[in-house]
């Protein structure tokens, strides 16, 4: 028996040493180290081996391992890769958050990427920086966390978008807006508030012509692709709720416009007033603030359920949405419902489908103001304009409750009664559905096709009540106004894929045909019976009746080719042949192409022993995109519908029509380095260089023509440019982590040729001018007041002073544009046991902009107004040094002095997160996330911006929605 015993062990220690001799299992749990929460579907691999399992819901793994594996590679969407030696057979990882990194699978064109092989310039945007935003839509996670890309949010009011520049500014008046993709379809950006941030996977910000040229025509200002979120092969759904709800309020008061005694001194003072002749002690009793009376604190809610699951054969993503604003304005306010459904699978080895709906439905009530592109946003129509004009003595209401009209002393008609008898709101239904397939028609060679529409419905409904002050004359009016667009893209596309040996060959080869149809109407009338009814079949007489019909299409096919050689060398390139109905016969179609070169030097045999260097790969490429955004009939010569003669329908010429019109066509020089040094340090540095030719515009033509304007094709612009970005892991440890991330930009902008010899052209207030960026200002020059009598100073054209005002005296103020040339952001995230603090400041430096709300609020010719507390330091004996000259002599003048250096430096965001442990949540099975957080926006601004706020997306500011700084508490629970 003991001969047995013995026997047996000696077996069985044989047969251990067998098993660990041929490797083992190692097993573990993979959890984000930002939060702690446990990463379903992260990618564990044996490096050097196609060894590899993935992490269950619970984000645990167990994977055999051979005897000779050294190394475990972790990998997961929006996390930094992860290289562990092997210690033991129980491994726990936590991965960190990166924008990009070695071997994350990135959106690009028609197409995913591995970062380690991209040519082109590219960045993206994970879905962790979308989903706790306290805003309606998508882009404002852009503005900061990405160089070279400019985004300016001009407004508070529910339901803003901001708009969005790549590179700077390429074209006069063909548009800067970027192309938008949404899982491969096309979408307009008018109504990107419809869609749920929380749906949001990734951003793919595509920069240079490497990553751009492949989208042709459209991609002349960059291109933006949104992948939504999908579902996975988990074991169990995973079920996610976020919600949050927040207060907001002005993020910067800065008007200060004087009280009544101030006001009444002021007029007395100009002789508006005589003393003793009027009741001041009656006035004096009040002092409304009308700003105050005009705003209110507003309220934001948001609440988010998905349930996301699968296994091997399909995945299903599904969520449903509902977001409430209600504005700093009263009746102004936003709400929107969406759901999204995403479901793909493998019908068999050889066939995969897959479709994606996203529906949003908005509805919207908002002010007058520049924001919403009213007709009436500069006068007195406009409520936050009206805030700084209306006199202080009078109340915004009556002892009874009523609103106080011009008979009390008001100016105009009342704006409070404006704004809640009167009311104005759109809807919009948006809808983005695609089906796609797969065919893997050989082991090398797969056919994809997608075919998608973006549709939008707009309904828009505006009241004027008979018993309002601006509905007296006409008895109350009724509009309405309807409108739809649908678009719809095919794209079919074979990619071939071929690894021999060192050398890997991937080739696409496509089709794609766009569809573009809208039609629109609408109807005003007038009289109504009674303040009960506001449909338009209540009223008594129609008053206007208008609509619209048009269309577009575009056709491409495209091919292009990725090769490298041992994963050094990488050479892309690509050619795309569009045709397009915007374009004159003759010149209808045109090609766009790219070649570009990526070198990953850190793998030659000279860079093995240069220990800092993590990663360094060097980029190059150049190319052509082009620009088609114009009106889609400008080439035809057309005929205008509507005239009237003897109360006949007629029509007239209206376009003269140019055969040879064609595309904008840029051409792009992109080179950088991406740059990892010791593992904690990753640096993006780039250099660009494009140029605009044969911008779209509108060229004055001879009177005798017939017409005053006809668009050709003329001149170019050109910007060039630096980016660097920096990732920094200042401090990691196994309690502490902080972190900061830092990017800046600067862009020139430069106009290089105009058209028929012109050096430059006039535009208002601006000039394009030879050797000028765009957006520079053309204004007179004021030197100050003279102390000797209180008489302003200016410059003539020639650089000599004079006291009088001529608009011939105006010159280009070279290097002062509303275009803000530098840009940046700086993140900084400090992480302790499930506490996370981060900070997100951006910036935008040298931008000018004209304070147009000063020359009526610091103008004497306007005292008869409410004014800025500033006037009153006017001159008023000889030798006072003083801003603003003798009221009883002049006023301002509409020059220099107006224009402010509108550059700052935001504190966007300040978030303090706790996320609930793993250990704490185990006594309840179903509760796999618990995550509080409290977020507040717009806290501080830095900047010499005298008006109400530095960012607004237009050369003047004058009643713009103002900005809000809004406080937010929120919930994250994964079940």
Not at 609 to 626: A, H, M
Request: some cysteine; glycine content about 10%; proline content about 3%.
């Amino acid at each position: 028996m003991r001969k047995l015993i013995f026997l047996m062990s000696c077996m069985l220690f044989v047969s251990v040493g067998f098993i660990f001799a041929q490797g083992g299992t190692i097993t573990g749990v993979v959890t984000s180290a930002e939060d702690g929460e446990r990463l379903p579907g992260v990618s564990v691999s044996v490096k050097g081996t196609t060894i590899g399992v993935i992490t269950d819901n619970r984000g645990s793994y167990s994977i055999a391992v051979p005897s000779d594996a050294k190394t475990l590679v972790f990998n997961y969407l929006g996390m930094a890769q992860q290289e562990v030696a092997i210690a033991g057979t129980v491994m726990n990882v936590q991965l960190r958050p990166a924008l990009i990194d070695i071997d994350e699978v990135v959106v690009t064109a028609y197409g995913t990427r591995k970062v380690e092989s991209l040519t082109g310039s590219v960045d993206v945007v994970g879905s962790r920086q979308l989903e706790k935003l306290p805003v309606a839509s998508f882009e404002n996670a852009l503005q900061g966390a990405v160089s070279g890309v400019n985004v300016i949010n001009s407004s508070g009011m529910p339901g803003s978008q901001a708009s969005i520049r790549i590179r700077g500014v390429g074209s006069i008046s063909a548009g800067s807006e970027p192309l938008y993709i949404l899982d491969g379809i096309e979408v307009s950006a008018s109504d990107f508030s419809s869609l749920n941030p929380n749906d949001i996977e990734s951003i793919s910000v595509l920069k240079d012509a490497s990553a751009t040229a492949l989208y042709g025509s459209r991609a002349a200002n960059g291109v933006i692709i949104l992948t939504s979120k999908t579902g996975g092969n988990f074991e169990n759904a995973e079920i996610s709720y976020r919600g949050f709800y927040g207060i907001s309020r002005i993020a910067r008061d800065k008007f200060d416009q004087m009280n009544t005694t101030e006001l009444l001194d002021y007029q007395e003072y100009l002789g508006m007033r005589t003393p003793g002749t009027y009741d001041r002690a009656a006035l004096e009793k009040y002092n409304t603030n009308w700003l105050n009376e005009l705003t209110q604190n507003g309220k934001i809610q948001s609440h988010d359920l998905s349930i996301r699951g699968g296994n091997e054969k399909m995945k299903y993503f599904i969520s449903g949405g509902f977001y409430d604003e209600e504005g700093l304005i009263p009746t102004s306010g936003f709400q929107r419902f969406t759901t999204k459904l995403n479901v793909e699978g493998d019908a068999n080895k050889w066939f995969t489908i897959g479709s994606n709906l996203t529906f949003g439905y908005e509805t919207a009530s908002n002010a007058i103001t520049p924001d919403r592109n009213d007709a009436y946003a500069g006068n007195v129509y406009n409520p936050i304009f009206r805030s700084l004009l209306e006199t202080p003595w009078v109340p915004a209401r009556r002892e009874d409750g009523s609103y106080t009209q011009v008979s009390d002393g008001l100016n105009w008609a009342n704006p409070l009664e404006h704004l809640y008898l009167n009311p104005s709101q759109f809807d919009v239904m948006k809808m983005v559905a695609s089906l796609r397939a797969e065919i893997k028609l050989t082991k090398e060679l797969h056919f994809h096709t997608i075919t998608g529409v973006d549709f939008r419905d707009f309904t828009s409904n505006s009241y004027t009540s008979p018993l309002s002050a601006w509905g007296l004359t006409n008895k109350g009016s009724v509009s309405s106004g309807f409108s739809r667009n649908y678009k719809i893209t095919n794209t079919n596309m074979f990619q071939y894929n071929k690894e021999m040996g060192d050398h890997y060959l991937e080739a696409k080869l496509g089709q794609e045909s766009l569809m573009n149809t809208f039609s629109s109407f609408s109807a005003t009338g007038n009289g109504l019976p009674n303040s009960l009814v506001d449909v338009l079949d209540a009223t008594a007489t129609p008053f206007s009746v208008a609509g619209d019909q048009s269309a577009y299409r575009m056709l491409s096919g495209f091919i292009s080719a990725n090769y490298n050689f041992d994963e050094r060398y990488h050479l892309d390139a690509s050619l795309r042949y569009d045709g397009a109905s915007r374009f004159g016969a003759n010149n209808r179609f045109a090609p766009f192409w790219s070649v570009a070169g990526m070198w990953d030097m850190k793998k030659e045999a000279f860079m093995q022993d240069l220990d800092i260097f993590e990663k360094i790969r060097y980029k190059l490429s150049y190319g052509t995109t082009g620009n088609w955004n114009i009106g889609n009939y400008t080439h035809l010569a057309l005929y205008g519908a509507g005239p009237t003669y003897n109360d006949k329908s007629g029509g007239a010429p209206s376009v003269p029509g140019n055969p040879n019109l064609t595309w904008e066509s840029k051409h792009m020089f992109n080179t950088g380095f991406d740059i990892t040094l010791l593992n904690n340090v990753d640096i993006s540095l780039a250099y660009y260089n494009s140029n605009t030719r044969d911008m779209l515009y509108a060229v004055p033509l001879s009177y005798t023509s017939g017409f005053g304007e006809g668009y050709s094709n003329i001149g170019r612009v050109g910007n060039s440019g630096v980016e660097v970005s920096v990732d920094w892991d200042v401090i990691r440890t196994d309690d502490w982590r902080w972190s900061l991330n830092a990017n800046l930009g600067y862009n020139k902008n430069e106009i290089k040729e105009l058209f028929a010899g012109k050096t430059e052209i006039l535009d208002g207030d601006l000039i394009y001018k030879v050797g000028e960026s765009l957006g520079t200002f053309h204004l007179n020059r004021l030197v100050g007041v003279s102390p000797a009598n209180g008489q302003y100073v200016w410059l003539d054209s020639d650089g000599n002073p004079t006291t009088e005002f001529k608009t011939s005296d105006a010159v280009t103020l070279s290097g002062k544009t509303w275009y803000a040339p530098w840009n940046g952001g700086l993140t900084s995230r400090l992480d302790y046991q499930g506490f996370t603090l981060t900070a997100f400041f951006s910036m935008m430096a040298d931008r000018w902009m004209i304070n147009n709300s000063r020359y009526f609020t610091e103008n004497a010719g306007f005292a008869s107004y409410n004014q800025s507390k500033k006037v009153l330091n006017h001159w008023k004996q000889v030798g006072d040094i003083a801003q603003f000259p003798d009221p009883l002599t002049e006023s301002p003048e509409f020059d220099d002095h107006l224009l402010e250096d509108a550059s700052f430096i935001r504190l966007k965001d300040l978030t303090l997160n706790y996320s609930f442990s793993e250990r704490s949540l185990r006594s309840v099975e179903f509760l796999k996330k618990v995550s509080l957080y409290a977020k507040a926006t717009n806290l501080f601004t830095m900047t010499k911006y005298s008006g109400q706020d530095p960012e607004i997306d237009s050369p003047y500011d004058l009643g713009f929605y103002p900005h809000v700084r809004s406080f937010a508490f929120g919930v994250e629970i994964g079940f």
